[in-house]
């Protein structure tokens, strides 16, 4: 069921950034549209850790605790297909680049490829001694990364499931993973908060980051991939300019975890913790430019629509949300924000 939802609610000015009368506030922005992620006949609807859209823009897929994947059409939000076949908590979903394949994987330690046209399954690759909480295809499309609650990272072949590399990652733990826009590198985050970086194609480690030291539990890499984010058990979240090297940037939220990251544009990204909110970030000024406040759970999961410049949210509330980011260009929350106050 497609909900339609206040446009925006704004409650505050950017102070930091604009030198507003109310410091430390930022403006607040309510979604523009809302899924409830369960099936019409389900007596409960499950929570939302896994979010993928498909590379034409017109579907995305969603998982979570109830073992089911859902396909659902992008425009109308109307549910498309429903794959059934996990026997445990969906943790990740990922479109192959061309679009005629979608994998899923979670706490059953298996990896499961659908069709999506036919939306039947196609192949299940050999399960994982541990679960898996992390999986993307490459840009590319040729391989398939999947990490989990073990020490390999494990890299497959796409069109056949053959495993290509088992690599050493950075501890016993892994919840994140990221591939960089070239097709070549893959960022994995540990228990530890290292993060290891390879080429995936020939298994060699490039370099290790170091955050805070605990647990990473989201990474996401920008558009052009220069930079790298990391968010996870504290309040830190680091941006390393991994090319280049340096010192990273640290933007510091009120949540003591982080859960997802998703890149937005070509200086914002958004971060999903424990709060409830999506916080939205300019990583060049490291100030908080908009805050997302309709969730009313932890935000588990997001992704960027680039063509529609619509970030999509999945949350421990049972819900898919949907945000305008085109309200997060040029201060024009602030600006919303600004006129509401004169108003009053």
Not at 41 to 69: C, E, I, Q, R
Request: aromatic fraction near 6%.
């Amino acid at each position: 069921m497609f909900t339609k939802l206040p446009t925006i609610a704004l409650s505050a000015l950017l102070a930091m950034a604009l030198g507003g009368e109310s410091r430390g506030e930022v403006p607040r922005q309510q979604a523009e549209r809302t899924i409830v992620a369960g099936s019409a006949n389900a007596k409960t609807a499950p929570v939302v850790t896994a979010l993928a859209l498909s590379p034409d823009g017109s579907m995305f897929a969603s998982g979570g605790d109830d073992h089911v994947v859902r396909v659902w059409n992008l425009v109308d939000g109307k549910l498309a297909a429903e794959l059934s076949g996990h026997d445990d908590w969906v943790r990740a979903v990922s479109y192959h680049p061309n679009g005629d394949q979608l994998a899923s994987a979670g706490n059953d330690r298996r990896i499961r490829i659908w069709d999506t046209a036919g939306k039947k399954l196609l192949r299940t690759l050999p399960p994982h001694p541990q679960a898996i909480f992390a999986m993307a295809y490459s840009p590319s499309g040729q391989w398939l990364a999947a990490a989990g609650f073990e020490a390999s990272v494990r890299i497959y072949a796409s069109d056949t499931g053959r495993l290509l590399h088992e690599l050493k990652g950075p501890s016993n733990d892994h919840r994140a993973l990221a591939i960089a826009p070239d097709g070549t590198t893959l960022a994995v985050g540990g228990r530890n908060g290292q993060v290891r970086i390879w080429n995936a194609i020939n298994g060699e480690v490039i370099q290790d980051l170091e955050t805070d030291g605990r647990r990473i539990s989201a990474l996401a890499f920008s558009a052009d991939g220069a930079l790298l984010a990391a968010g996870g058990e504290g309040q830190e979240v680091f941006v390393f300019d991994h090319q280049s090297g340096g010192e990273p940037r640290r933007m510091t939220t009120n949540s003591g975890r982080v859960l997802s990251l998703a890149f937005c544009q070509a200086e914002t990204l958004a971060i999903g913790d424990a709060d409830n909110d999506v916080h939205f970030w300019n990583v060049n000024s490291l100030v908080e430019t908009g805050r997302g406040v309709s969730h009313e759970g932890s935000v588990s999961a997001l992704v960027y629509d680039a063509s529609r410049e619509t970030l999509v949210s999945g949350s421990y509330d049972t819900t898919i949300r949907f945000w305008a980011m085109a309200k997060q260009k040029d201060g024009g929350l602030a600006r919303q924000a600004e006129a509401e106050r004169t108003e009053r």
